[in-house]
């Protein structure tokens, strides 16, 4: 079975830092460009980082850089984001994302989302 596990959702204080983690199984974990995506109520899902298959590059929304950090170990089959000094505007359900990079069969998934993991932000 295809699927990405998000964890490490919460509670947390404005300032305060959180670490999400995201596995995937069934998959071919080293060869997809992963990423988070958020989506805050009455809003769209928007992305917040992504990272490619090896690691080389990463991007990252105007709002969270110097904030967030996404990282991957292929051999775990997992991705993490690690985010720090966060604001109210941060809360939202984050969405792990697996897109096909190279190398992949066609019968291999393109595109591959988690089920979310709430983070909310108090004053």
């Known amino acids: 079975q295809v699927q990405l596990v998000e964890s490490g959702g919460g509670l947390v204080q404005t300032g305060g830092s959180l670490r999400l983690s995201c596995v995937g199984s069934?998959?071919?974990?080293?060869?997809?460009?992963m990423g988070w995506y958020r989506q805050a109520p009455g809003k769209q899902r928007e992305l917040v980082a992504t990272i490619s298959p090896g690691a080389l590059y990463t991007n990252y929304e105007d709002s969270v850089r110097g904030r967030f950090t996404i990282s991957r170990d292929n051999t775990k089959r997992m991705i993490s984001l690690q985010m720090s000094d966060l604001n109210l505007e941060d809360t939202a359900i984050y969405y792990c994302?697996?897109?096909?990079?190279?190398?992949?069969?066609?019968?291999?998934?393109?595109?591959?989302w988690g089920q979310g993991t709430q983070v909310t932000v108090t004053s």
């Open positions: 994302n697996a897109a096909a990079g190279p190398g992949l069969r066609s019968t291999d998934p393109k595109e591959i």
């Open positions: 069934g998959l071919i974990f080293s060869l997809y460009n």
